[in-house]
Structure formats: structure tokens, C-alpha cells
């Protein structure tokens, strides 16, 4: 079954203002990563979170890890119109070598 | 410059048609998987090769058949197209299959299958 679900589906906000998305997983993870999708084009790699990490930073972007709840969110500070994207959260469970990806958050950021 | 480069861009076909989607790397990355996007933007893996080799086999009906030259291509190959095909394919590669390794994706391929 799917691994990732991500909270919240869609979210609106204006430039400038900060964007929050989470994502839940089922079981235990080596890693968590996150990508970014715009419009019609192939996801792009933000930033990977290991499970015996707390949190990281890049950028704009601030990533954490809860492995006693099984979540992790993704903070973009200071968002702008170009930001406009889906967010995908992806984990590689132990032992299993591939990716399962969450639902997406379709973030829209307004001028 | 491309890293990942997948052709055609778009597909469209009938029912019934056998299809192919071509994938190349230029990274010098061991690995490299297909992946299919559905319309609710839902991304499931469907294979994985390492070094031209079969690793994952995602339950995939075996009117798709990858095939990988060289390390550096993995082609798709799609049989007997049906409805359900429509969606988004996607090749990706990463430097090995191991854990913890960040995946480079291609722009897609848009399949209708009408």
C-alpha cells in the first residue's frame, strides 16, 4: 500500500508568507526525501532527512523528522510566486530498495 | 546538458497499438527506474535496472517490457495498449540502488491512449 500521505492537498498562500506541508508514513524508513514538481515537467530532489535526524536546513527550506510519529514536514520560509509547485515526500523503507512517494501538496503562491 | 532525457515528449495512440518510450542519462549513474503518474498525480514505481540488470519488478502487467542496452538507457517497451495506460511516464536514475540516494528525473512522457 502507499507508503506517504501528505497533508494538506492544496494550500494558497501569498508571497512572502511561509508554506508548511506533512507527510505521514506506515513504517519504518531508512530516509525521507522531498521533491518538488512544477506544471508539466519531472520531479526535482530538495533535500533528504535520515531517520536518525532531527531536522535540516537549505535555504529557504527546513525539513524535520519524527520517527516516533512517523512524519516529517516541509517549511519553505519566505515564500515566492516561483515556488508555485507540488511537493512530494518519498521514503525508502529498510531492506526495500526503491522510493514510495506520497500524495502531494499542490502549493499555488500568489504575487 | 540534459541530464535525464526521455522521447517522445507526448504520446498519443490507439487501443490496441505496441509503443515504446526511450530513456537516456548522462550522469555515469548506475541505476535507472521507470515510474507512471496517474492523473491524480499519484507516482509509483514500475521498474528498476542497475547496470543494465533487473532489480525491482513492480507487479506490472507483462505487456511492459524494459530493456536497458547500456547503463546509460532504459527504454520502455508497451504492448497491447489499453485505456488504462494514459498517464504520465517517467524515467529517473540515480548514482546506485542503494538507500539514501537522491533520484534525477526526466521530463516525462505523456501517454493517451485513445
Known amino acids: 500500500s502507499q507508503q506517504g500521505e501528505e497533508d494538506p492537498q492544496a494550500l494558497s498562500i501569498q508571497e512572502g508568507e511561509n508554506a508548511t506541508m506533512n507527510c505521514s508514513y506506515k513504517t519504518s524508513i531508512n530516509n525521507l526525501q522531498w521533491y518538488r514538481q512544477n506544471s508539466g515537467r519531472g520531479l526535482v530532489h530538495l533535500i533528504l532527512i535520515r531517520s536518525n535526524e532531527r531536522e535540516k536546513h537549505s535555504g529557504r527550506l527546513r525539513v524535520t523528522l519524527d520517527t516516533s510519529k512517523k512524519s516529517s514536514s516541509l517549511l519553505i520560509t519566505a515564500s515566492r510566486a516561483a515556488d508555485t509547485a507540488s511537493y512530494f515526500c518519498?521514503?525508502?523503507?529498510?531492506?526495500?530498495?526503491?522510493?514510495?512517494f506520497g500524495t502531494g501538496t499542490r502549493l499555488l503562491v500568489s504575487p | 546538458d540534459t541530464a535525464v532525457s526521455q522521447t517522445p515528449k507526448y504520446l498519443v495512440t490507439q487501443m490496441g497499438n505496441d509503443k515504446s518510450i526511450k530513456c537516456e542519462q548522462n550522469l555515469g549513474h548506475d541505476t535507472m527506474y521507470w515510474y507512471k503518474q496517474d492523473s491524480k498525480k499519484f507516482l509509483k514505481i514500475m521498474f528498476s535496472y542497475n547496470n543494465k540488470e533487473l532489480i525491482i519488478n513492480e507487479t506490472v502487467p507483462n505487456r511492459f517490457s524494459p530493456k536497458s542496452p547500456d547503463k546509460a538507457h532504459l527504454n520502455l517497451h508497451i504492448n497491447s495498449l489499453e485505456l488504462g495506460d494514459s498517464a504520465v511516464y517517467f524515467c529517473?536514475?540515480?548514482?546506485?540502488?542503494?538507500?539514501?540516494?537522491?533520484?534525477?528525473f526526466g521530463p516525462g512522457t505523456r501517454l493517451t491512449v485513445t
Open positions: 529517473a536514475s540515480s548514482q546506485d540502488p542503494g538507500t539514501g540516494r537522491e533520484q534525477y
Open positions: 518519498a521514503t525508502d523503507r529498510s531492506g526495500f530498495q526503491k522510493l514510495v
